[in-house]
C-alpha cells in the first residue's frame, strides 16, 4: 500500500522549533520529488517547500526561506521538515506529498502530487 504517515505536529510559542516527518511506504521515496504544502484556517492549502529527487532542486517560498528547511533519508524511506523561528502565521496543517519524478526537480502546484499523508496540525501560539 503507497502511504505517506506525517508526524511531529503540536503546539509551540512563537520562535520556538518543530521537526515534521513524513514516513513513506510502499514505494522508494528516492525515485519521488517531495512537496511540503501548508493549509492554514480559512485559506488554500500552498506549498512551502518541495525538493527534487536527488537533492539538488529546491524551491521555498518566501515566507519561509531562512527559518524552514527540507530534507530526505532515503535509508528510512523518510522526509523531514525543520521549522525553526516559528511565527503564528505559520499555524495550520502541513501536508507532505510526494511525485516520481525523472528529472531533478518539484514542482510547487498541490495537482502535480499524486501521493499524500494525512496531514499534521502545527499551532504557533503563547
Do not use: H
Amino acid at each position: 500500500q503507497v502511504q505517506l504517515v506525517e508526524s511531529g505536529g503540536g503546539l509551540v510559542q512563537p520562535g520556538g522549533s518543530l521537526r515534521l516527518s513524513c514516513i513513506a511506504s510502499g514505494f522508494i521515496l528516492a525515485d519521488y520529488s517531495i512537496g511540503w504544502f501548508r493549509q492554514a484556517p480559512g485559506k488554500e492549502r500552498e506549498m512551502i517547500v518541495c525538493i527534487g529527487k536527488t537533492d539538488g532542486w529546491i524551491v521555498a517560498t518566501d515566507s519561509v526561506k531562512g527559518r524552514f528547511t527540507i530534507s530526505r533519508d532515503n535509508d528510512s524511506n523518510t522526509a523531514y521538515l525543520q521549522m525553526n523561528s516559528l511565527k503564528p502565521e505559520d499555524t495550520g496543517v502541513y501536508y507532505c506529498a510526494a511525485v516520481q519524478e525523472t528529472k531533478d526537480y518539484c514542482s510547487r502546484y498541490a495537482a502535480a502530487y499524486g501521493t499524500w499523508g494525512q496531514g499534521a496540525q502545527v499551532t504557533v501560539s503563547s
